[in-house]
T-cell receptor
Framework: RKEVEQDPGPFNVPEGATVAFNCTYSNSASQSFFWYRQDCRKEPKLLMSVYSSGNEDGRFTAQLNRASQYISLLIRDSKLSDSATYLCVVTGAPDSSYKLIFGSGTRLLVRP | EAQVTQNPRYLITVTGKKLTVTCSQNMNHEYMSWYRQDPGLGLRQIYYSMNVEVTDKGDVPEGYKVSRKEKRNFPLILESPSPNQTSLYFC??????????????FGPGTRLTVT
């Protein structure tokens, strides 16, 4: 079983749609959680951190469910520019909190 | 401008010919790391460094070497490349404390093909 699992997609949605991605992780001791965005053949960039209480940044909302070990990302009012691959990222156990473990990504295509 | 640079960006080489991919950051970050990205497998950590002269293996270190003689540079060395090392490579850096909890800044990537 992969340490971080994501549905690869692609999710093909029209502009203005709301889309949600989920991600599950296997290590219950993971401490920090992130969503990164990666455009085609480019480097990953941090989209947002994920906090236990949930957090929102504009059209993006991230939530963490520690009991079920999953993380979600909700994108409202999708824009064409949101088309990218979204990477779910968790850190290792407390003694390796510097280590980032990446999911293989969920691809989003927003169509006009 | 704060950035991580990698060179070369693209490289085609032959099996067994030693090569080095350079990585440099100008943000005074202590933590640096190398990843490879392959379809369906996501990014996997090759090696990381917590500081100058401190390096350690990641998940897929076989066939790679690194060194950290200066804070800003973290080269990746393939002593005898093989076709299974064909991949997209990323270098990343982040601030020293709670490195895992901080944003990692990635270089633009190096696409390596070994024939």
């Amino acid at each position: 079983r992969k340490e971080v699992e994501q549905d690869p997609g692609p999710f093909n949605v029209p502009e203005g749609a709301t889309v949600a991605f989920n991600c599950t992780y296997s290590n219950s001791a993971s401490q920090s959680f992130f969503w990164y965005r990666q455009d085609c053949r480019k480097e990953p960039k941090l989209l947002m951190s994920v906090y236990s209480s949930g957090n929102e940044d504009g059209r993006f909302t991230a939530q963490l469910n520690r009991a079920s070990q999953y993380i979600s990302l909700l994108i409202r009012d999708s824009k064409l520019s949101d088309s990218a691959t979204y990477l779910c990222v968790v850190t290792g156990a407390p003694d390796s909190s510097y280590k980032l473990i990446f999911g293989s990504g969920t691809r989003l295509l927003v169509r006009p | 401008e704060a950035q991580v640079t990698q060179n070369p960006r693209y490289l085609i080489t032959v099996t067994g010919k030693k090569l080095t991919v350079t990585c440099s950051q100008n943000m005074n970050h202590e933590y640096m790391s190398w990843y490879r990205q392959d379809p369906g497998l996501g990014l996997r950590q090759i090696y990381y460094s917590m500081n100058v002269e401190v390096t350690d293996k990641g998940d897929v270190p076989e066939g790679y070497k690194v060194s950290r003689k200066e804070k800003r540079n973290f080269p990746l060395i393939l002593e005898s490349p093989s076709p299974n090392q064909t991949s997209l490579y990323f270098c990343a850096s982040s601030s020293p404390l709670l490195a895992g909890a901080q944003e990692q800044y990635f270089g633009p990537g190096t696409r390596l093909t070994v024939t």
